[in-house]
């Protein structure tokens, strides 16, 4: 009696891009490969909830131009994937935006595709990659998540400081609103306050601090203001810190050839 050999299941796919047509051809590219299958295409965002559930995806492909879904700061994305811990995303991008890449991996993206580099055998590459539990990030992209964190000499010159005498309680308020994840709009309609007035908040906030972008406030309100005023009266929930990514020593692919834009991989536990 013979036993046959097992074949493995093709890792499940879900294509979300604004264009049906574009979708359904990078959907025909990946599935040259036998252990890729696209299950689904979506083009509407309010869709792609009910979508994932259904299919049961290992990987979603997410285009940045399916604008609902990429919008303040991928509030969308970041919803479906805390609701799917393991559905591994991967974000399609036309270009290198700081902002953007720091946001897509903010809300638990496992890699960054950049399209133009049209080529499939890349992508597939990608996606395996995500599948093993491996960030996929080039090292510029890399560049901008490390410089997106606050510098330890920062951190140390405000931690010896009081808190009160460097923000405000409003300030404070806000800070704490950003470390739980808030947009300007969201916080200003928790305080009763302008989106404008909120702008400006975040502007001193950034001078005071000595910041330069949201990421190093929300990193600042998670590691610095366990024990501010506000926490310690009850006027504002202790915001929790966002599930991260444990990061190990990068591996560099020994596949990739000299000439080919490297693609640096890092180990990483989604449930930590």
């Not at 796919?13 to 299950?39: D, F, M, N, Q, T």
């Not at 994937?81 to 496992?110: H, M, Q, T, W």
């Not at 306050?193 to 400006?200: D, P, V």
């Not at 406030?217 to 915001?239: C, E, F, K, R």
């Amino acid at each position: 009696m013979s036993l046959q050999k097992r074949v493995p299941c093709p890792t499940r796919v879900i294509v979300a891009a604004p264009h049906p047509i574009a979708s359904h051809l990078l959907a025909h590219a990946l599935e040259r490969r036998k252990e890729l299958l696209v299950v689904d295409c979506v083009s509407d965002p309010q869709l792609l909830a009910s979508t994932i559930a259904k299919n049961h995806p290992d990987v979603l492909l997410a285009s940045v131009h399916l604008k609902k879904l990429a919008e303040d700061r991928f509030f969308l994305l970041g919803n479906i994937l805390a609701a799917y811990p393991g559905l591994a995303c991967i974000v399609l991008l036309d270009s290198n935006d700081p902002e953007v890449v720091v946001d897509a991996f903010r809300v638990r993206a496992k890699g960054i595709f950049m399209c133009a580099e049209r080529n499939p055998e890349m992508l597939q590459k990608c996606i395996r990659r995500v599948v093993e539990g491996q960030i996929w990030a080039d090292s510029t992209q890399l560049n901008y998540i490390v410089s997106a964190l606050p510098s330890a000499h920062s951190r140390e010159l405000v931690a010896k400081r009081k808190l009160p005498n460097i923000l405000s309680p409003r300030e404070e308020q806000v800070v704490l609103h950003l470390g739980q994840g808030l947009t300007n709009r969201e916080i200003a309609a928790q305080m009763q306050l302008t989106e404008n007035t909120i702008k400006n908040y975040v502007f001193r906030i950034f001078e005071k601090l000595g910041f330069s972008n949201r990421v190093e406030v929300v990193l600042y309100a998670t590691t610095h203001m366990q024990h501010s005023s506000l926490v310690a009266d009850g006027s504002i929930q202790n915001p929790q810190p966002q599930p991260t990514n444990a990061v190990t020593t990068p591996k560099v692919d020994s596949h990739l050839r000299s000439t080919a834009r490297a693609k640096v991989a890092f180990q990483s536990d989604p449930t930590k």
